[in-house]
Nanobody, 124 residues
Framework: QVQLVQSGGRVVQAGSSLKLSCKAS??????MGWFRQAPGKEREFVASISWDSSSTYYADSVKGRFTISRDNASNTGYLQINNLKPEDTAVYYC???????????????????WGQGTQVTVSS
């Protein structure tokens, strides 16, 4: 049974840092993506990483502040967020794609499996 379990979201002050985790189980190899959804808005792409970590992609809005990484030995993906801003407030989702392992997608429809989401709230 494939599963993605997320952790790490919380309420933080603007300017602080946070690291989100996504523990995968039941997969062989997969690309991982992170998306977020703010209230009243559509889910948007944040970052993605290939199976071997050789390729990473970021949304323009987060470049320089967000870093995606993974540890395949522990089947865990990470999203490091620095210098948090109030506009980063959203539910963050990790997702896995078993078909395009070397070319991580940037669209929600490219991912078949999703984590439960974790709330990040940034206070000003």
């Amino acid at each position: 049974q494939v599963q993605l379990v997320q952790s790490g979201g919380r309420v933080v002050q603007a300017g602080s840092s946070l690291k989100l985790s996504c523990k995968a189980s039941g997969f062989s190899s997969y690309a991982m993506g992170w998306f977020r959804q703010a209230p009243g808005k559509e889910r948007e792409f944040v970052a993605s990483i290939s199976w071997d970590s050789s390729s990473t992609y970021y949304a323009d809005s987060v470049k320089g502040r967000f870093t995606i990484s993974r540890d395949n030995a522990s089947n865990t993906g990470y999203l490091q967020i620095n210098n948090l801003k109030p506009e980063d407030t959203a539910v963050y989702y990790c997702a896995a794609d078993e078909t395009r392992t070397s070319i991580p997608g940037t669209r929600t429809y490219e991912y078949d499996y999703w984590g439960q989401g974790t709330q990040v709230t940034v206070s000003s």
